[in-house]
């Protein structure tokens, strides 16, 4: 099987360092990502243990507990003595059943975090429909704006205006304890925002919806503001859920 050389990586931006929240999982996800796009291909060889920790600035330990994620989603096998392997089954292209994985091994997980993120987000909607400044609006709609032509970007444009959009409505709340809530998520839900992004359909819903929250905010209605923020959030977690339960044949 062959090997991948983690310097072919490791200098050419393909991966980044990972700060100190959740590492393992954020380590396993851009591992994912680069299974998903062909960076690391079926039957590869993954780096060893100490070459990945320098890659991406974190502890052995914690590459230990990525590939023990990604074995327990099916997207690597471990063969004792001779390393990580990329599953045979997974190739570029299979973006949904390989994301599928991931909101297998975290489904508990992500759906308390959008649980809490609904709450945030609609507190934040509300009180930015108060007190948006005509900066914060031109923030929104411009993310707004390149959401309208969606379909043609990319899947990592389409995930940093996803971002985008709702650091936007957080930070137009002018709440110092709800814009840190909503930064701590926006750094914990990294993974799993790829992850439910690729699920059918979810990529133009969440589009769609933007639009119509940032069009409260801009109208000041509060009310509709906080409603739309938690409807978009409570959509997500039920696609989610029923993704699990019907699973990618």
């Known amino acids: 099987m062959p090997d991948v050389e983690a310097g072919r990586f490791g200098g050419a931006g393909v991966f980044t360092h990972v700060k100190d929240m959740r590492l393992a999982q954020q380590v396993a996800s851009q591992l994912i990502d680069a299974i998903s796009k062909g960076k690391l291909r079926a039957g590869e060889r993954l780096p060893a243990q100490d070459q990945l920790a320098q890659v991406f600035g974190v502890s052995r330990a914690s590459i230990r507990e990525a590939t023990r994620i990604l074995e327990a989603t099916g997207l690597v096998t471990v063969q004792h003595g001779k390393g990580a ?18 909101l297998k091994a975290f489904s508990t997980e992500v759906i308390h975090l959008l649980e809490v993120r609904k709450g945030v987000e609609s507190s934040s909607a509300e009180y930015a429909a108060q007190r948006a400044t005509q900066e914060d609006l031109r923030v929104m709609e411009a993310t707004v704006d390149h959401d309208r032509g969606g379909l043609l970007l990319t ?39 790829r992850a439910t992004m690729s699920l059918p359909g979810r990529k133009e819903r969440s589009m769609q919806q933007h639009q119509e929250i940032f069009a409260a905010i801009k109208a000041g209605n509060t009310e509709d503001a906080r409603r739309l923020a938690a409807q978009h959030i409570e959509d997500v977690r039920v696609a989610v859920i029923e993704r699990l339960s019907h699973p990618h044949p």
Do not use: C, K, M, Q
């Open 85 to 102: 392997f990329v599953h045979a089954s997974y190739s570029a292209g299979e973006a949904l059943p390989i994301w599928e994985a991931w």
């Open 155 to 193: 899947e990592d444009e389409s995930l940093n205006l996803d971002t985008e959009f709702h650091a936007a409505v957080v930070n137009a709340s002018h709440n110092p304890l709800l814009i840190r809530l909503g930064t701590t998520l926006v750094a914990a839900l990294s993974a799993d925002r």
